[in-house]
């Protein structure tokens, strides 16, 4: 019997050590969890996942516990849009597309979703995003600069940072500077600031670049723990941009 419960104890074990580990290489929290995963057993993995994974999943926007009802959602709609194609089954269609990141079917629906009558400017916008992701920056322009003209400060000012990426990436460098510059002055998003110190090295501004990389980093001491998390794949790209540029001396 107490062969078979220690038996017991070291799968479970196991299983909590390769569930924290896949944890930890996808999200890269604080190196030292690793060391406590692996040296301090089922213990340690369990102490990782009461700590790190369980509040992930609650600070993600609950996404962990939204991926089913949202996929059903999205069977639903497809089949829905067959007997009513609506411009509001697509735009809906077309925002659970982008949420599962499935950015060419997100396009597709906003297509259908953005006639000659569409006045509203977000499903624009949302083309827009799923376009930059793409890398169909000519096409992202016009979508975005729509969304901008109707409202300066559209989704918290993240529609002027992905406008000016995608200035940058149509070689309009003089409209990308104005642009970056206008959202880094009210936005603190870590996806401009890192889109614009790409924008900067490649204009050869190589010290401002390395500033707005290290801009993103600055942030994480003060943030909450949930936002942290939510920040982590910015400042792995920021701490990766850095590094990049001492080797290179760019």
């Not at 929290?29 to 995963?37: A, G, K, N, R, V």
Request: charged residues 25%; proline residues 4%.
């Amino acid at each position: 019997m107490g062969s078979l419960l220690f038996f017991f104890i070291s799968w479970w074990g196991i299983i909590l050590q390769v569930v924290a580990i896949v944890h930890f290489i996808r999200r890269r929290p604080d190196l030292y969890w690793i060391f406590i995963i692996l040296f301090g057993g089922w213990i340690g993995a369990l102490v990782y996942i009461v700590v790190e994974v369980i509040p992930d999943m609650g600070s993600s926007g609950g996404s962990y516990f939204q991926v089913f009802p949202r996929r059903r959602r999205i069977r639903e709609l497809e089949r829905a849009v067959m007997d009513n194609p609506s411009a509001g089954n697509y735009e809906e269609l077309g925002l659970l597309y982008l949420d599962e990141h499935d950015y060419s079917r997100a396009r597709a629906a906003y297509d259908k979703a953005i006639s000659s009558r569409t006045d509203q400017a977000d499903p624009f916008y949302r083309r827009g995003v799923a376009e930059i992701h793409l890398g169909d920056y000519a096409a992202a322009v016009p979508d975005l600069e729509r969304a901008v003209t109707s409202d300066p400060n559209y989704d918290f000012h993240r529609a002027k940072g992905l406008l000016a990426h995608a200035y940058a990436q149509t070689g309009q460098p003089e409209k990308a500077d104005a642009m970056f510059q206008q959202a880094t002055k009210i936005s603190t998003i870590s996806e401009t600031y890192y889109n614009y110190a790409l924008f900067l090295e490649s204009q050869g501004r190589a010290n401002e670049a390395r500033q707005w990389a290290q801009r993103i980093l600055d942030k994480r001491p003060t943030m909450p723990r949930y936002l942290r998390r939510r920040e982590r794949p910015w400042f792995r790209k920021a701490d990766l941009f850095l590094a990049r540029s001492r080797v290179t001396g760019k």
